[in-house]
């Protein structure tokens, strides 16, 4: 088979999918008027990849009609009427990107007559999921993304495709079914956890649901990218080098499959399938091989990885159960249960302290008491304490804390375990399975040191731990652990700005935001929450070239806005000369930039002089009349927007949270939700205000979503945001 064949299917599906979009969308304006709206939810960019490369905000039928128009110039081999048009392969790309456009058109109608998404599956995919996505994919929990059209040729070939693209923490998206089959069944079947939680994606049973994939991707650009609408250009080469997606296409193929495909290509995602088709190296758009079979499943996960330059970063450790970050967020239920310690269910706590080398075997697991292996028949748990003790020249004393937070994720990359909470608050289950297979608690030390030892090797030199599971072993151990866990506490709140010579950057998020900088204070964690001062510093102990470098402040410009003569000239280096200066302190003032990855947006909200605060999982509308999607559209893409700020949550807890406007007396509006994830210490800090009732005085989504009802709500309880200064 040669490359023609191809060509002439992709020419005939693109054909086929034209006609069916057009009848389709006729029909829908005769029945509904040429108004109608049409859109995917929550999502600020419309009809995504009409809006990249056409640069139009597809909001009604009538604006559907104008896409089918413009694709229709690519179907005939001539550029869009802003130019787009892709030269490799003899224009022939166009084609499959017309294809995409009809498609996308097409997915909104089927979303509006309620069609979409398919039962069981997800659709579109929102802007949020796309925020948390990328701060794992820049740091690596998330290697690639697998785009799987088609059943496999059976169930237990689609588990261990499946399983294998976990282990190297690829994420699966699934798409499409044939004769009754689809990848989605054949892992229910097998009884496989679906969710994004373990990696498992599926966005419909149709194969138009492919693109929802492609809408996914081309809003990296704009998010992260800095990208505007209709900078195609950038928009495709971004796509090509950043999102490390391809596709995998399996069992069945049509005409209309193949039109997709050759859009899949123009945006550099590689194919591999299992079937017969003409083989093609590299094209202009990609960066190695284009398309290419292979019909043995043990080897499509490798080749995929190859041909997609994917980076895995692989966890060796030697225990009887598969270990990767795609089992972090798997749950054991009740009914897969073996046994269970901390929750409800027994006493239980880890810990993680720093000891002198010479009184550290390492890699020694001692088990102190009965092992799971010895639990009486009726038995269902037990208590437990896990203390790790690590030593090693560079360690000290303030790197417990970041040590034994990734106790968490340590034990849960592990299949079949589930850990849930920090410190005596734990919760650990281990399933049936695992036990089955020879899990046994030995095999939790064995994690933690390999992990630890494999993650932080500039840090730990020896690892030891003692798992302890008496009753009065864990209950004598507890009371100076627990006095332990208080002084970090008070040791960290104490941490000033003033304090230190030096804050940490994070350009971490630059493989997706080039111009975008973190500076972390002791007073201002990451905007992700992920980076803390002491996280900064000890991730560059870790890794003295890598992301967070430390920074002397230099001299002190404005203590009011928190301005500093060598952080911005850092910034000015780093940020690419895009930003000149910037104030730690201020919202309004040369604010920071946002990469897309923020765990809360703080906007102003000029009707009560005021701002408000939402965060990434409040759906619902705020007072300004946007949600936390629409106002992250404008805040992003590393460049500074006063009045608006991505923020970690904890910031909001600081002394010096928008200091220059007066920081908590500011906020007047928050949701519910994020009020109480930091109930206690919003509290502490209204008492330090001496406005203890303040909490109470900001509103929320109960008695304002509007800012009428805002104002009102505000005037009725005093709000202290009327005494200050104006913002503007
Ligand atoms: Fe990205 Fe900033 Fe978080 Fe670093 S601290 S990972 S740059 S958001
Ligand atoms: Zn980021």
């Not at 302890?468 to 072993?473: A, C, L």
């Not at 999982?617 to 805040?635: I, Q």
Request: with cysteine; aromatic share 8%.
């Amino acid at each position: 088979m040669s490359i023609d064949i191809l060509v002439q299917a992709g020419t005939k599906g693109t054909e086929a999918i034209l006609k069916h979009t057009k009848e389709t969308l006729d029909k829908f304006i005769t029945e509904k008027g040429k108004d109608t709206t049409v859109s995917f939810p929550h999502t600020n960019y419309y009809l995504p990849l009409s809006l990249a490369l056409l640069q139009k905000e597809v909001k009604t039928a009538n604006d559907c009609l104008e896409v089918l128009s413009e694709a229709e110039r690519l179907v005939f081999n001539k550029p869009t009427s802003q130019g787009f048009f892709i030269e490799a392969l003899d224009g022939i790309l166009n084609k499959g990107i017309a294809t995409l456009l009809y498609e996308e058109v097409l997915a909104s109608v089927n979303t509006k007559l309620g069609l979409h998404p398919t039962k069981g599956c997800i659709g579109f995919l929102p802007d949020n999921i796309l925020r948390s996505l990328g701060i794992q994919l820049v740091d690596g929990r998330i290697a690639g993304i697998a785009v799987i059209l088609g059943p496999a040729q059976d169930a237990d070939k689609a588990v261990q495709l499946v399983r294998d693209f976990q282990s190297k923490s690829i994420v699966s998206i699934l798409v499409g079914s044939t004769k009754g089959f689809s990848f989605k069944k054949q892992l229910e079947e097998k009884k496989v956890e679906i969710g994004l939680d373990n990696y498992i994606v599926p966005l419909g049973e149709d194969y138009l649901s492919a693109i929802y994939a492609v809408n996914f991707a081309v809003r990296a650009p704009l998010i992260y990218g800095g990208y505007k609408p209709g900078q195609w250009q950038g928009i495709t080469e971004y796509i090509k080098n950043r999102v490390p997606a391809f596709v995998v296409l399996l069992s069945y193929l049509d005409e209309v499959i193949v039109a997709t495909g050759l859009g899949v290509l123009a945006f550099g995602f590689p194919i591999i399938t299992d079937l017969e088709v003409p083989q093609l190296g590299k094209i202009q758009t990609t960066l190695h091989e284009a398309l290419v079979t292979e019909k043995d499943y043990t080897k499509i996960v490798e080749k995929c990885i190859q041909i997609r330059g994917i980076k895995v970063k692989i966890n060796k450790i030697d225990i009887p159960v598969a270990y990767a970050p795609a089992f972090e967020g798997e749950r054991v239920r009740k009914e897969q249960l073996y046994v269970e310690f901390g929750g409800k269910a027994s006493v239980a706590f880890e810990f993680l302290t720093v000891k002198n080398m010479d009184e550290i075997i390492d890699g020694s697991c001692q088990i102190i008491g009965e092992d799971i292996d010895q639990l009486p028949f009726e038995k269902k748990s037990m208590p437990l304490a896990i203390c790790v003790e690590v030593g090693g020249r560079k360690m000290i004393k303030d790197f417990e804390p970041i040590l034994e937070r990734q106790i968490h994720r340590f034990i849960n990359y592990a299949q079949g375990l589930m850990h849930i909470g920090q410190r005596d608050m734990i919760w650990i289950r281990i399933s049936k399975e695992a036990f089955n297979k020879g899990f046994r608690l030995k095999h939790i030390g064995k994690i933690l040191h390999a992990m630890l030892h494999q993650e932080f090797s500039a840090i730990v030199d020896k690892v030891q731990v003692k798992i302890y599971t008496r009753q009065e072993d864990v209950q004598r151990l507890l009371p100076a652990t627990k006095k332990v866990f208080d002084e970090r506490d008070e040791r960290i709140s104490g941490m000033t700005d003033e304090s230190v010579e030096t804050f940490y950057s994070c350009t971490l998020c630059q493989s997706f935001a080039p111009n975008h900088v973190c500076i972390i204070t002791p007073e201002r964690l990451g905007l992700c929450g992920a980076y803390s001062w002491l996280d900064a510093k000890a991730s560059y102990e870790i890794n003295p070239t890598g992301p967070n470098q430390p920074l002397e402040k230099g001299k002190l410009l404005d203590q009011r806005l928190g301005q500093w003569e060598k952080i911005n000239q850092f910034i000015y280096e780093r940020s690419n000369k895009t930003i000149e200066r910037v104030s730690m302190y201020s919202l309004m003032d040369c604010p920071q930039s946002s990469c897309g990855c923020f765990e809360c947006i703080v906007a102003i909200v000029p009707e009560v002089n005021g701002v408000m605060v939402v965060h990434r999982d409040y759906s619902g509308m705020t007072p300004v009349g946007m949600t936390f999607t629409s106002l992250a559209g404008s805040v992003g893409g590393g460049v500074q927007t006063p009045g608006f700020l991505g923020v970690g949550k904890l910031y909001l807890t600081s002394k010096k949270f928008i200091l220059a406007e007066d920081g908590l007396k500011r906020v007047v509006w928050m949701p519910k939700e994020l009020k109480q994830l930091l109930a206690d210490k919003l509290k502490r800090r209204c008492e330090e205000l001496k406005i203890p009732d303040l909490l109470e005085k900001i509103a929320d989504e109960d008695v304002a979503t509007t800012a009428e009802e805002l104002i009102a709500y505000l005037q009725q309880v005093q709000h202290p945001v009327f005494s200050l200064p104006p913002l503007v």
